[in-house]
C-alpha cells in the first residue's frame, strides 16, 4: 500500500493531506494540472478540469506526466476510467496549431485529419476559415484569429497558437531596482509568460502584481496599452511606473474618462473602453493609435465581455493576464484561455503568506442579535427590502464603534454597501467616508493622508473595492455587502493583507444580523474564506468587549 | 467404417474416453448407453460441428489436411503440406511438436482414429462425419466429380476427347466423369492443361486457387471445345480445369485446386499462435489501478441501486429499461451510457436488481450483497460479469429487425456471449505478467485460437469484453490484474471469487475510524468509513464527493437532521470530538450550537382530527368519558382536543356518546409519510451455465455409465444382416451412421420409410447428403431425387442387389 498524500476523487477533484510529509513535493507535482479549489487547514482540494489539463499541455507537460504524478502520489489505487480520460483530454490540445505560412498567411494546421474534418464540418468554424491548402492545412481569416481559437475551444479542440507576434514599436524601458528589488516569484512569473509568448499570470492581492507587469514591459521593450478597472487604479498604476521603471511621466498617457493621452505606455480603463454613444465604442481606435508591442490586462477575471471581442482582433500582439483568481463569476475561464492564453503562472496564496510575502489574516465573523422589534419588522419586510434592513440594524453600528475603539491606533478600514448607514458610521467614528460621488482628488487626499497615517479610520463604499493600494489597513470591518460573490471577498481580503511594517497580522471583522438573510450571505463568505485557508471564527456581539484582540 | 471407429473407441482406455467426454462434454448430454452410441452421437453432424469450432487454427489445418487424403495417413504424409504452409514459420522442431500435440488433440477429441494404411503402417483417419462436416475444406472447390455431375455425358466426352487431342488418354469402360475426375487428379495431366492456357486464364486459376474457389459467369452451362475457346473463361471451361455448378456459377474443381496450391494445402499457416503484442506496464501498478476501478465500480453499484431504491424506473412493456431512463441513470452516476447500461446489466447478472410490479427494483439480494466487504462485493460482481450470456455493449444499437436493444431487454442474450468473454480474458491471462495486449493482437489470437467461429460477432463481443473488463477493474492499464485473473480462472465459482476477494482486498482503502474536520465546514474521511461512522456521517452530514475518500459538508440542513434523529447538540460535538483527528474548528462547534439553539422550538405533530369547543368544562367531560379511550384524544390546549381518528369516526363515536358535533372543514389535515426503500421479490435471473465444461465427477460417471452400458449391449447383440423382405429396422443412430458410410461410399441402401399417411414402406436410395435433418437422395424405387425426413425412416440396411 502506498502511503502517499494525495486521494484522487472519482468526480476529478484531488484530495491534498497538507500536514503530510510529501505533501510539498506533491503540491508542486500536480499543481500544473489541477486548480487549487479550496485550501482550509488539513486537507486541500484542487480539481482537474479540461481546461488545467490544456493549461499544462501548454506549459509542455504531458499526459505521461500527468498519470505518472497521479499514480505516484496518490495513497488509493487510482481508477482507471480516470486516466483514460485525462489522456484523452490532454491529446485533444495542439492537434489543431495555428500557423504563420511564408504564402498563405495565418493558417490552421492539425497533426490529425480526422480532427480537421470534424471541425470543418462544424457551421461555427465554416466562416472563419479560407481556402483548403492541403488535406492537414486550411487558411484562416487573419481578423479570425481569436474567433477561431474560442470557437474550437468550445469544440473541446483547443488549438495551440504559434502563428507568432509583431514586435511593435520599439520603445526602451528598464525596471529601475534601486532600494528595491525584484522578487523571486516576480521575476518567476515575467519570464514564464515572456517564453510562453501570451497567456495569465496569478498572483495574489498584495503580490505585486504590478510589478510584474512592468517586468513583462522591460521585456517586451516596446509600446505598451494597459488595461485596467478604474481611474484609480489607473492613476496608480502609473505611479508605481514611475517608481519603478526608467519611464518618465512624459512617456505614460493616461486614457480615462477625464484625460485622452495617447503616449509610449498608455493606461486606459475598461469603463472608458466599453463605453458606447449610438450602439457604436467610441474609443477603439486606441487599439490602433499606436503599433502597441504589449498588451497587459489588469484584474483579467473582471474583463468586461466586450474588452473579450476586442481582445479577439488583437491576437497578434502579446498579451499579459494579471489576475489574483482564474474563477470567473460568469464562467467565461475558456474566454479567457483562448484570448488572452493559457495560465502561465500560479503561486497558491498560502505559499506566498509562508513565505512572509502577503500578511496572514484573521476572519471574524460577529453575530448580532435583532431586536424584538427588528425580528417583526424583518418578518414583515417585502422580499427585497429584507436584505437590506437587517444588514443596516443600528446594532451594527454600536458593534462597529465597540471594534474600532478595540483597535484604537491602527489603521481600519470600515466597508460596507449603503450610504447611509455609512454616514452614520462615518459620524459617529467622526472618520471621511468616500462613497460614489467623492471627487477622484478627494480619494486621493484622503487615501494618501489614510496612508500617512494622518487619518486612522477610514469608511468606504462599494468603490474601493477593485484596484486601490492601502498599504497600512491593519484592520476591514465589514458591515454590510451584497455578496456571495467570491471575487468580492478576494478583493476585501485583498484591502487588509498587505504586510505590516510590524509584521504583524491584519484582521478581518464582518458583521451579521443572526437569523436573517444576511447570515446566509455571510455562510458563503465563511465558506470561501475557509476555503481560501484563513483562519474564521464566529463570535457575538456581546463578547466583542471580552475578546482579547491579541489573540 | 463406423463400426471400426466404434470399435477404436472401444479400445481407448477409460482414461482417454474421460479426456473425451471432458473436452466434448455435449456428447454426454444425455449419456449414451453405449459405446456404438457414443460414436454415432460423436459423428453426428452437430456434435462434430462443436467439437472442429472448438479447435485453433493450426489443429483445424492439420484435420483438414488430413482429410484431403485418399485414404489412411501416415503422420509422414501429413507433414509434408503442413510443413511447405508452415514455411515462413519457424524451424522444424517447433512444426514437429506442434503436429504431435494437434494429432493428440485430434485423437482426444475423437475426431481422428487410427487405421493402418494399406502397407500397414500406422495412419489415422477422419471421424466419421468430420469429412463432411468440414466441406470445403481449407476454402477448395468442390471435388471435379461434385463440379461435373451436372454435366451430360455426351459434353464430357467432348472435353475428354480434347485435353487428350493426342488420343494417349484412359480408354472409356468408366463413365466420363470418373474418367476426367481421374484426369485432374493426375498432377502431369493438369500441369499440362494449365500450360496450354493463356497468361490471362492462369491468373484467373492463381486467384481462383487461393481466394474463393467459385465465380459468376453468365451462361456458365455452354459448350465450349478447346479450338473455339475465345476468352481465358471459356479456354478453362473447354480444359475441365474450371466447370459450371449452375447456370450462371463457375468452380474450381478441387483436384486443380491443390494442383495450384503447389503442394500445400494452405497458404500461411505458423505451428505457433500469433504473439500478444502491446507495451509492458508494472503489473504492480495495473493490479492498482485495476483495484482502484474495482473499488470505483463496487460503488457505483451500489449508487444505482440506491437510487432505484427510492426511485425506480418502469419496465417497458417488452421488457428492458427506457432509453430514457438509462439517460437519467447514467446522468445521475456520471458516466457514459454504455457504462451505466454496464453497470445495471451486471446487477441483473448478479441478482441485484430484477422486475417486478413494473418497475426495476433492488432485490433482497442487494441487501445481503450490500453489508458484505469491498472486495466480496466486487468478486460476486465480476463473476457475474464473467458468466453472464448477455451482451451489454449492443445496448442503444439496433438488432437485425432494426428495433432498438434496450438495456435489461431480454434481447441482449447471445449465446457465445459468456464464451467468447472466458476466452478473451483467457488470451489476456496468456500474455504475460505486465503484458497489455492490443485490442488487435487479441482479436487476432481469438482468430487463431477458434477460426470457425463467425468473426464478425466474435470480434465485436471480443472488444465488448475487453472494454468492460478495464471499467470493471478486471484488467487495469490493458493489463490483466492479479484478481481479475482468478475472477476468471477455472475452477468452481465459488472458490474463485474468494481467491480474487482476498487478492484485492489488500489493494483497496482500509477502513478508516477518523475524519478530519476543517473550518469551510467539510470532514474528510481519507478512506472508507467504518460502518457506525459511515452512517452517522451520512446523517450528520451531506456527501459531497466521493472515490477513494470520502468528503462530507455539514450545513444547517445536515445539523438539523441529525438532531431529528434524536440527537442532542452535545452528543453531535461528543461524537465529531471522538472521531476528529483534528480539534473541531469553531465555526462547526458554533454552527451545531447554533442550529440546536433553534431546533425544536417549534412543534408540529400529526393529528387526522380535532375535537374544539368554546367551554373547556364540555371538553373535561369528553375526556373524562370512558367510551373516549378508544379515540385516543390529546389536550393540546383548554378548548382543544387532537385525535388519531379520522373525522367522520370521531364525528360518530361523539353521536354515539351523546353529543352533537358538527364536522368542520379539512384544514391542517395533513398526513405526511415518505415513501419507503421498496424491494423486488421478483425472479432472479438465473446464472448463465458454467462455461468451463464438466466437473471431472460428472465426466468419469459418464465414461463409467457408457461402458457399463456397452458390457450389456454387446452380450445381447446379434448380428443384423439386410432381413430379406422385411422392412428394416435399425436403432435412429445406427441409421444415421449407416447413412452417412453410405453416401461417402456412394453404396445404395435399402431403407424402412413411414411415408406421410403414416405406412411403412421400404425404398432403395442412393443417398447423396444429409443436413437439416433430412436425407436427399435418389430414390431409384421411384426413379427421382427426393428428400426423406430422418426421424421417419424406420431403418437402414445394406443393398446388395
Not at chain 1, 508591442?293 to 498579451?319: K, N
Not at chain 1, 462597529?400 to 460596507?416: M, P, S, T
Not at chain 2, 495431366?189 to 474457389?213: F, H, K
Not at chain 2, 449465446?415 to 482479436?443: K, N
Request: proline share 6%.
Amino acid at each position: 500500500m502506498n502511503d502517499g498524500p494525495l486521494i484522487v476523487q472519482s468526480d476529478k477533484t484531488l484530495l491534498l493531506e497538507v500536514d503530510h510529509e510529501k505533501a510539498d513535493a506533491c503540491r508542486k507535482a500536480i499543481a500544473p494540472f489541477a486548480e487549487l479549489e479550496r485550501a482550509p487547514e488539513h486537507v486541500h482540494t484542487y480539481r482537474v478540469t479540461p481546461l488545467a489539463l490544456w493549461n499544462a499541455r501548454a506549459a509542455g507537460h504531458d499526459a505521461e506526466q500527468v498519470i505518472d504524478a497521479l499514480i505516484g502520489h496518490s495513497r488509493y489505487p487510482v481508477p482507471h476510467a480516470l486516466l483514460v480520460d485525462i489522456a484523452e483530454t490532454m491529446s485533444r490540445y495542439g492537434r489543431l496549431r495555428l500557423e504563420k505560412h511564408p504564402i498563405q498567411g495565418l493558417i490552421l494546421t492539425t497533426t490529425d485529419r480526422a480532427v480537421l474534418e470534424e471541425v470543418l464540418r462544424s457551421k461555427k468554424v465554416q466562416p472563419l476559415l479560407g481556402e483548403r491548402i492541403s488535406d492537414d492545412a486550411v487558411a484562416v481569416h487573419p481578423s479570425e484569429r481569436g474567433n477561431i481559437k474560442q470557437t474550437l475551444l468550445k469544440l473541446g479542440w483547443p488549438a495551440e497558437d504559434l502563428a507568432g507576434y509583431v514586435d511593435g514599436e520599439h520603445h526602451p524601458i528598464e525596471l529601475r531596482e534601486d532600494g528595491w528589488a525584484l522578487r523571486p516569484y516576480q521575476k518567476d512569473a515575467a519570464d514564464a509568460f515572456w517564453h510562453g509568448g501570451s497567456g495569465v499570470v496569478v498572483l495574489p492581492c498584495g503580490a505585486g502584481k504590478t510589478i510584474v507587469g512592468a517586468a513583462a514591459m522591460a521585456h517586451a521593450q516596446a509600446t505598451t496599452l494597459i488595461l485596467v478597472t478604474n481611474t484609480v487604479s489607473a492613476h496608480q498604476w502609473k505611479q508605481e511606473l514611475l517608481r519603478r521603471t526608467s519611464l518618465t511621466e512624459d512617456e505614460i498617457g493616461e486614457y480615462t474618462g477625464t484625460k485622452k493621452e495617447i503616449r509610449p505606455v498608455t493606461i486606459a480603463t475598461y469603463q472608458v473602453m466599453t463605453t458606447r454613444r449610438q450602439g457604436v465604442y467610441r474609443h477603439l481606435e486606441l487599439f490602433d493609435a499606436r503599433d502597441w508591442g504589449l498588451v497587459v490586462y489588469d484584474e483579467v477575471h473582471l474583463l468586461p465581455a466586450p474588452i473579450f471581442r476586442m481582445t479577439a482582433d488583437l491576437q497578434a500582439r502579446r498579451r499579459v493576464g494579471l489576475t489574483a483568481t482564474l474563477v470567473r463569476e460568469d464562467g467565461r475561464e475558456g474566454d479567457v484561455f483562448s484570448l488572452i492564453g493559457p495560465k502561465r503562472y500560479d503561486a497558491p496564496w498560502k505559499e506566498m503568506e509562508n513565505q512572509g510575502w502577503i500578511a496572514p489574516a484573521d476572519c471574524v465573523e460577529v453575530r448580532v442579535t435583532l431586536s424584538e422589534d427588528e425580528r417583526l419588522a424583518y418578518a414583515m419586510a417585502e422580499p427585497d427590502e429584507r436584505y437590506r434592513f437587517c444588514s443596516t440594524t443600528p446594532s451594527k453600528v454600536r458593534v462597529a464603534e465597540a471594534l474600532v475603539r478595540r483597535h484604537a491606533g491602527e489603521q481600519v478600514l470600515v466597508i460596507g454597501q449603503y450610504i447611509d448607514q455609512l454616514d452614520e458610521i462615518g459620524e459617529h467614528l467622526d472618520a471621511p467616508v468616500i462613497k460614489g460621488e467623492t471627487r477622484v482628488r478627494e480619494r486621493e487626499r484622503l487615501f494618501q493622508a489614510f496612508r500617512d497615517r494622518e487619518i486612522q479610520v477610514l469608511v468606504v463604499s462599494k468603490v474601493a473595492n477593485f484596484s486601490i493600494d492601502l498599504p497600512e489597513a491593519a484592520v476591514a470591518i465589514q458591515v454590510s455587502g451584497t455578496f456571495g460573490s467570491r471575487q468580492e471577498e478576494a478583493q476585501r481580503l485583498g484591502r487588509v493583507l498587505r504586510p505590516k511594517a510590524d509584521g504583524g497580522g491584519a484582521r478581518f471583522y464582518s458583521l451579521v444580523s443572526r437569523d436573517t438573510v444576511d447570515q446566509e450571505f455571510a455562510a458563503h463568505r465563511q465558506r470561501f474564506l475557509a476555503e481560501q485557508g484563513y483562519a474564521y471564527h464566529i463570535i457575538d456581539a456581546d463578547d466583542v468587549g471580552e475578546e482579547n484582540p491579541a489573540r | 467404417m463406423g463400426t471400426e471407429f466404434s470399435e477404436w473407441l472401444r479400445g481407448r482406455s477409460d482414461e482417454r474416453l474421460r479426456a473425451l467426454v471432458a473436452a466434448r462434454p455435449e456428447l454426454v448430454t444425455p449419456v449414451p448407453a453405449h459405446i456404438e452410441g457414443l460414436a454415432a452421437r460423436a459423428g453426428s453432424p452437430s456434435a462434430v460441428g462443436r467439437a472442429l469450432d472448438r479447435l485453433d487454427r493450426f489443429t483445424l489445418a492439420v484435420l483438414e489436411t488430413l482429410a484431403l487424403q485418399p485414404g489412411p495417413a501416415t503422420r509422414e504424409a501429413l507433414r509434408s503440406p503442413l510443413a511447405r504452409a508452415c514455411a515462413g514459420a519457424p524451424g522444424a522442431e517447433a512444426l514437429d511438436a506442434a503436429l504431435d500435440e494437434a494429432l493428440d488433440r485430434l485423437r482426444t477429441r475423437a475426431l481422428v482414429y487410427d487405421h493402418p494404411d494399406e502397407r500397414g503402417d500406422d495412419a489415422l483417419l477422419p471421424a466419421p462425419g468430420v469429412a463432411e462436416a468440414l466441406e470445403p475444406p481449407a476454402a477448395l472447390g468442390p471435388p471435379a466429380t461434385e463440379v461435373f455431375r451436372h454435366h451430360p455425358p455426351e459434353h464430357l466426352e467432348t472435353i475428354l476427347a480434347d485435353v487428350h487431342a493426342d488420343g494417349s488418354g484412359p480408354a472409356g469402360g468408366r463413365a466420363p466423369r470418373e474418367r476426367l475426375a481421374a484426369l485432374l487428379a493426375d498432377h502431369d495431366a493438369v500441369g499440362r492443361l494449365v500450360g496450354e492456357v493463356s497468361p490471362q486464364a492462369r491468373a484467373a486459376l492463381e486467384e481462383l486457387a487461393w481466394g474463393p474457389p467459385s465465380g459468376r459467369l453468365p451462361n456458365a452451362r455452354r459448350e465450349v471445345a478447346a479450338a473455339a475457346a475465345q476468352s481465358p473463361v471459356e479456354q478453362l471451361l473447354a480444359r475441365a480445369l474450371l466447370g459450371a455448378t449452375g447456370e450462371e456459377t463457375v468452380a474450381l474443381p478441387r483436384e486443380v485446386g491443390l494442383f495450384l496450391r503447389g503442394g500445400r494445402v494452405h497458404r500461411d499457416l505458423s505451428p505457433r499462435p500469433p504473439d500478444l503484442e502491446g507495451p509492458v506496464r508494472d503489473q504492480d501498478r495495473a493490479d492498482r489501478t485495476a483495484a482502484g476501478q474495482a473499488f470505483a465500480f463496487a460503488r457505483t453499484v451500489e449508487e444505482l441501486c440506491e437510487l432505484w431504491s427510492v426511485d425506480p424506473p418502469g419496465v417497458l412493456r417488452a421488457g428492458g429499461l427506457a432509453v430514457r431512463d438509462l439517460k437519467r441513470t447514467a446522468q445521475l452516476l456520471d458516466l457514459p451510457e454504455w457504462a451505466a447500461g454496464l453497470v445495471a446489466e451486471v446487477c441483473l447478472a448478479a441478482g441485484l436488481v430484477a422486475a417486478g410490479d413494473g418497475e426495476w427494483l433492488p432485490t433482497g439480494g442487494y441487501d445481503g450483497w450490500r453489508v458484505k466487504a469491498t472486495e466480496d462485493r466486487w468478486a460476486l460482481l465480476a463473476s457475474a460479469w464473467a458468466g453472464m450470456d448477455r451482451v451489454p455493449g449492443l445496448i442503444g444499437g439496433r438488432d437485425e429487425r432494426d428495433r432498438p436493444l434496450n438495456a435489461l431487454h431480454p434481447d441482449l442474450r447471445r449465446p457465445g456471449a459468456a464464451q467468447v468473454r472466458t476466452r478473451t480474458m483467457a488470451v489476456l491471462a496468456a500474455a504475460g505478467p505486465g503484458v497489455a495486449p492490443t485490442p488487435e493482437s487479441v482479436l487476432a489470437r481469438l482468430a487463431w485460437e477458434q477460426p470457425r467461429r463467425r468473426a464478425a460477432m466474435r470480434d465485436r463481443l471480443a472488444e465488448f469484453a475487453l472494454r468492460e473488463a478495464e471499467h470493471i477493474g478486471v484488467t487495469g492499464l490493458g493489463v490483466l490484474a492479479g484478481h481479475g485473473r482468478a475472477v476468471i480462472g477455472a475452477g468452481t465459482a465459488a472458490d474463485a471469487s474468494g481467491v480474487a476477494a482476498a487478492l484485492l482486498a489488500p489493494l483497496l482503502p482500509e477502513p478508516v475510524d477518523h475524519v478530519l474536520l476543517q473550518a469551510d465546514l467539510t470532514a474528510v474521511a481519507p478512506g472508507p468509513l467504518t460502518g457506525d461512522l459511515g452512517r452517522w456521517l451520512a446523517l450528520a452530514a451531506d456527501v459531497e464527493s466521493k472515490g477513494g475518500a470520502t468528503v462530507y459538508r455539514f450545513g444547517e440542513q445536515s445539523i438539523r437532521r441529525a438532531l431529528d434523529a434524536g440527537q442532542s447538540a452535545d452528543e453531535v460535538l461528543a461524537m465529531l470530538e471522538k472521531h476528529s483527528a483534528t480539534p473541531v474548528p469553531q465555526p462547526l462547534s458554533y454552527l451545531v450550537t447554533d442550529v440546536a439553539r433553534r431546533h425544536g422550538r417549534i412543534r408540529v405533530g400529526t393529528a387526522s382530527a380535532y375535537v374544539r369547543c368554546d367551554d373547556p368544562a364540555l371538553l373535561d367531560e369528553v375526556l373524562a368519558d370512558k367510551r373516549a379511550g378508544l379515540l385516543r384524544l390529546r389536550r393540546l390546549a383548554p378548548t382543544v382536543l387532537a385525535s388519531k381518528t379520522s373525522r367522520a369516526a370521531l364525528v360518530d363515536s361523539l353521536r354515539a356518546m351523546g353529543y352533537a358535533p358538527v364536522a368542520e372543514s379539512l384544514e391542517g389535515d395533513v398526513v405526511v409519510a415518505r415513501a419507503d426503500a421498496r424491494r423486488t421479490e421478483g425472479q432472479i435471473l438465473p446464472r448463465a451455465h458454467n462455461v468451463s465444461g464438466p466437473d471431472p465427477e460428472v465426466v468419469a460417471a459418464a465414461v463409467r455409465a457408457i461402458r457399463a452400458g456397452d458390457e450389456a449391449h454387446r452380450t445381447r447383440r446379434r448380428p443384423s444382416d439386410a432381413p430379406g423382405g422385411q422392412v428394416p429396422r435399425s436403432p435412429a443412430t445406427a441409421t444415421i451412421q449407416a447413412l452417412q458410410e453410405a453416401i461417402r461410399e456412394g453404396a445404395r441402401v435399402w431403407i424402412g420409410y413411414l411415408d406421410s399417411q403414416g405406412h411403412a414402406t421400404s425404398r432403395i436410395l442412393e443417398p447423396a447428403r444429409m443436413e437439416g435433418g433430412y436425407l436427399t437422395a435418389y430414390d431409384e424405387t421411384r426413379a427421382t431425387v427426393h428428400r426423406f425426413a430422418l426421424h421417419r425412416i424406420t431403418g437402414v440396411a445394406q443393398y446388395t442387389g
